[in-house]
């Protein structure tokens, strides 16, 4: 269990860190005007925005099963979460970078969904979150 553990930390490390730098660049150009922002690409990650809402259900990137709310609220803080949509696993962060554990736990009941932008790259593709709410 502990390598599962450290397996997908490693992977989210390496490929979820710098994607968010994406969101980063976005809250730095709007926040300091003054400086100039530098521009950082994810190498050919290709980015699409949705209109429609991602719909899925929560799950623990530690057992890859659905979790309870009450479940997920002890894992919220440790960026063990996910959104499966299908067979797809989705990571989802907010759109200014900061975690969206707390959002998924509350909503981990019922099927969640997920407004924002799509971020793929080597394989894992992660939710740039502008709006997270529960879907019927």
Known sequence: MKSIYALTTACIVACVVPMLSIAQDKISAS??????????????APTTRTSKPTKGVVISLLTFKRVTSEEASAMANK????????SRIIYVVKSDGSS??????????APVGV??????????????????????
């Open 31 to 44: 926040t300091d005007q003054a400086q100039p922002v530098k521009k950082v690409t994810v190498g050919t």
């Open 79 to 86: 960026g063990a979460l996910a959104l499966m949509v299908g």
């Open 100 to 109: 969206a554990g707390e959002d998924l736990a509350r909503l981990a009941d």
């Open 115 to 136: 407004v924002g932008r799509t971020v793929s790259r080597g394989g894992i593709t992660v939710l740039l979150a502008d709006m997270i709410e529960t879907m019927k």
